[in-house]
């Protein structure tokens, strides 16, 4: 029974960074930055890394801290719409 919770648990938490990674390619287009590359240089962030938030990779929360001051969104604004039903 263990190793399914787990397996449902980590399921869980890769829906969760997918939903995290498209609402902040969302919140990204919706400033009129369709292209996150051009986005990343303009805020000083690693190309790399913002593909990789916005495809559902893991990161640290300091890593979404940084994307979303670059968004200039809050955390309250952030995950206000679409993750009241998560975990």
Do not use: C, H
Not at 35 to 46: M, P, T, V
Not at 63 to 75: C, N
């Amino acid at each position: 029974m263990t190793r399914v919770k787990n397996d449902q648990e980590v399921e869980n938490a890769k829906q969760v960074l997918k939903m995290v990674g498209a609402r902040i390619r969302s919140i990204r287009e919706a400033k009129g930055e369709p292209n996150y590359e051009k986005f990343a240089f303009k805020r000083n962030l690693s190309r790399t890394q913002l593909w990789r938030y916005e495809n559902g990779e893991d990161f640290r929360f300091t890593s979404l801290l940084k994307v979303l001051t670059a968004l200039d969104i809050s955390l309250t604004d952030f995950f206000g719409e679409g993750f009241d039903k998560m975990v």
